[in-house]
């Protein structure tokens, strides 16, 4: 079975550009998590998505965004980047909501901002 | 406001011996907590849970024990292996029946088992 997969694994990007990740979750799952890890803060929650709607929003500028399609895939944007969104980017699939659901990580997206 | 704390940065310890990983957090309304493992360049793993309702949980060479009294859980490995050494991060959510994924993550523990 396949793991949640995200692309692409690493991007460099300027300030002042946007750039878009994708999220394909495990076959059947329903739910998807972002987070951002930078050095020191751990994983901070970026949103969830169920069944195509934002269920919960962490606490990040209006810059970040993101969507869930009918397949349940996901992206996330960052647009007019700062050096401060360089990070690694994780996203989590689920089959539902709840947190006696085990959540499942990809390998992330290491965002580089120059 | 870091509700989810894990003080040691790190942690190293002998192989075959027990590692304890730490962790402290503020909401006492927290219903479920988790612990993950990381390897570089890899996404975390979910290794075992425990429902705020319970005092320990254990699946074969792991085991965590929460006090609630004292807003603390930890994580014991035992006997430890060299494979076992990556980032540990405990973390913890607000159910809210059901209506949301959302865990708090601490800031990790690198664990080191040396042969």
């Given at each position: 079975?396949?793991?949640?997969?995200?692309?692409?694994?690493y991007l460099i990007k300027t300030r002042g550009?946007?750039?878009?990740?994708?999220?394909?979750?495990?076959?059947?799952?329903?739910?998807?998590?972002?987070?951002?890890?930078?050095?020191?803060?751990?994983?901070?929650?970026?949103?969830?998505?169920?069944?195509?709607?934002?269920?919960?929003?962490?606490?990040?500028?209006?810059?970040?965004?993101?969507?869930?399609?009918?397949?349940?895939?996901?992206?996330?944007?960052?647009?007019?980047?700062?050096?401060?969104?360089?990070?690694?980017?994780?996203?989590?699939?689920?089959?539902?909501?709840?947190?006696?659901?085990?959540?499942?990580?990809?390998?992330?997206?290491?965002?580089?901002?120059? | 406001?870091?509700?989810?704390?894990?003080?040691?940065?790190?942690?190293?310890?002998?192989e075959g011996r027990i590692s304890i990983l730490?962790?402290?957090?503020?909401?006492?309304?927290?219903?479920?907590?988790?612990?993950?493992?990381?390897?570089?360049?890899?996404?975390?793993?979910?290794?075992?849970?425990?429902?705020?309702?319970?005092?320990?949980?254990?699946?074969?060479?792991?085991?965590?024990?929460?006090?609630?009294?004292?807003?603390?859980?930890?994580?014991?490995?035992?006997?430890?292996?060299?494979?076992?050494?990556?980032?540990?991060?405990?973390?913890?959510?607000?159910?809210?029946?059901g209506a949301t994924n959302k865990l708090i993550?601490?800031?990790?523990?690198?664990?080191?088992?040396?042969?």
């Amino acid at each position: 079975k396949a793991g949640v997969t995200q692309t692409p694994r690493y991007l460099i990007k300027t300030r002042g550009q946007q750039v878009t990740l994708s999220c394909s979750p495990i076959s059947g799952h329903r739910s998807v998590s972002w987070y951002q890890q930078t050095p020191g803060q751990g994983l901070q929650f970026l949103f969830e998505y169920f069944s195509e709607t934002q269920r919960n929003k962490g606490n990040f500028p209006g810059r970040f965004s993101g969507r869930q399609f009918s397949n349940s895939r996901s992206e996330m944007n960052v647009s007019t980047l700062e050096l401060g969104d360089s990070a690694l980017y994780l996203c989590a699939s689920s089959l539902d909501l709840g947190s006696n659901q085990p959540q499942h990580f990809g390998d992330g997206t290491r965002l580089s901002i120059l | 406001d870091q509700q989810v704390k894990q003080n040691s940065p790190s942690l190293s310890v002998q192989e075959g011996r027990i590692s304890i990983l730490n962790c402290d957090y503020t909401n006492s309304m927290f219903d479920y907590f988790l612990w993950y493992k990381k390897y570089p360049a890899e996404g975390p793993t979910f290794l075992i849970s425990i429902s705020s309702i319970k005092d320990k949980n254990e699946d074969g060479r792991f085991t965590v024990f929460l006090n609630k009294s004292a807003k603390h859980l930890s994580l014991h490995i035992v006997p430890s292996q060299p494979g076992d050494s990556a980032v540990y991060f405990c973390a913890a959510s607000l159910d809210y029946g059901g209506a949301t994924n959302k865990l708090i993550f601490g800031t990790g523990t690198l664990l080191a088992v040396q042969p």
